[in-house]
Structure formats: structure tokens, C-alpha cells
């Protein structure tokens, strides 16, 4: 006959294993806490620049050219990508495009984070070159890219796909133009209709006041 109260303490201890044997729910990663490794610098192309304001892009136009390469300065040191195995690359809006808009607020909670959410590209992580041997990409930015301010930044990514380092262009921005939903022949065609319009009327102007001179 088992003792009493041994029906009670093998549940008990069960919940007692569990509990030590539980492993906690990883925490969401902080931008804070990643380095900052990556040196990241985004082009656009010569000519597309207005002079004093931002550089403006068209979207589903014109294209990004992204570089990046390891951070030399960064307080990590030179074993800084040791774990590096990929780099993906977002479009991230600016402060000003976030004023009043919390669909776009940025927040150091990267699983919070939604200035950054659109993702760009993703290559595998190539070493630590600099110069020629930077790792490039180019992007060509997609038509539902709204009409906004941004910045690139690049998340070097570990073997588990976590971020383990970061870069961005930030404080140098960009502005991209937005597609308007209008195609350039409608403008066209409403530009011409408009003159046709206008010298129509100045035609039966014309004509009514010839009328009224007889």
C-alpha cells in the first residue's frame, strides 16, 4: 500500500522538474544592444540629386545602389563578423515620414519595429572588405513604395537568423516620389483636351462677338 500522500508528491515533483527543465522565452533583440559593425552608404544614381534638398528617387524608376562592409572602428574589433553568416539589407522610413504616423514608429524593440519592416534584399555574408571589395546590391524601388523620406539600414544575421550587428545610412536620407495611381499618357491626354478646351472657347468667343458687331 503506497504511503500517504505519495499520490500528491509525484505531481508535485513533476512540476518541479518542469519548471527547472523550462528554458525562457528568448527576449526580442534591441537595436541598443547590436553594434554597430557595418559601415552601409546607398547611391543614388549621378544626376538624380537636387542640389539643397534631399536626393528624390522614383519609384518603380529608379534604383538604389547599397554598399556595406565591416565597421573598423567599431569597438567589437576585427572578430567583430565572426559569426556573420548573412546580411539583410531594409528600407527604413526617416524621422520626419514617422511625425504622426504609428504605422511607421520606430522603436528599439526590433519585434516593435516598424520604420524598418520593408525588406530590401538578403546576401550571404562575404567577408570584411572594404573599398572594391565591398558588398554591393542594387534595388530598384518597387512602385507601391509610398511617398516618404528613408534611410537603408543593413542587419548582419547569424547562423540562427537573429541579428547580431547593424549599419545605416541614417542621418543621410533620401525622399522617394510615390506613384500617383495617374499614367503619363493620361496627364498627356488631359493636358491636350485642357487646350483643346480653351481654344474652343476663345473660338465661339470669337464668333459671338463677331455676331454681335453685325
Known amino acids: 500500500m503506497a ?54 528617387l522614383h519609384a518603380g524608376e529608379d534604383t538604389i545602389t547599397v554598399t556595406w562592409y565591416l565597421n573598423a572602428s567599431s569597438p567589437a ?3 567583430a563578423d565572426a559569426g556573420y553568416r548573412a546580411v539583410k539589407v531594409t528600407l527604413c522610413y ?45 534595388y530598384v524601388v518597387a512602385r507601391d513604395v509610398p511617398t516618404a523620406s528613408y534611410y537603408v539600414r543593413a542587419y ?6 537573429a541579428p547580431l550587428g547593424y549599419g545605416q545610412t541614417a542621418p543621410a536620407y533620401f525622399h522617394v516620389a510615390g506613384v500617383t495611381g495617374i499614367h503619363a499618357s ?18 465661339f468667343l470669337a464668333v459671338e462677338k463677331r455676331r454681335k458687331d453685325m
Open 3 to 56: 504511503p500517504p500522500g505519495a499520490a500528491l508528491q509525484l505531481p508535485l515533483l513533476l512540476l518541479v522538474l518542469g519548471a527547472c527543465c523550462a528554458r525562457p522565452a528568448a527576449a526580442a533583440p534591441l537595436l541598443s544592444a547590436l553594434g554597430r559593425t557595418l559601415v552601409v552608404e546607398a547611391s543614388p544614381k549621378a544626376g538624380q540629386a537636387i542640389p539643397v534638398k534631399l536626393p528624390v
Open 77 to 79: 574589433g576585427a572578430d
Open 94 to 138: 526617416a524621422p520626419a515620414s514617422q511625425v504622426d504616423r504609428g504605422w511607421r514608429k520606430a522603436s528599439d524593440d526590433l519585434s516593435k519595429d516598424k520604420a524598418c519592416q520593408r525588406e530590401i534584399g538578403e546576401r550571404p555574408y562575404a567577408g570584411a572588405g572594404t573599398g572594391a571589395g565591398a558588398a554591393t546590391l542594387q
Open 156 to 161: 548582419a544575421l547569424g547562423a540562427s537568423g
Open 186 to 203: 493620361l496627364r498627356v491626354a488631359a493636358a491636350v483636351f485642357s487646350a483643346f478646351s480653351l481654344a474652343a472657347l476663345a473660338f
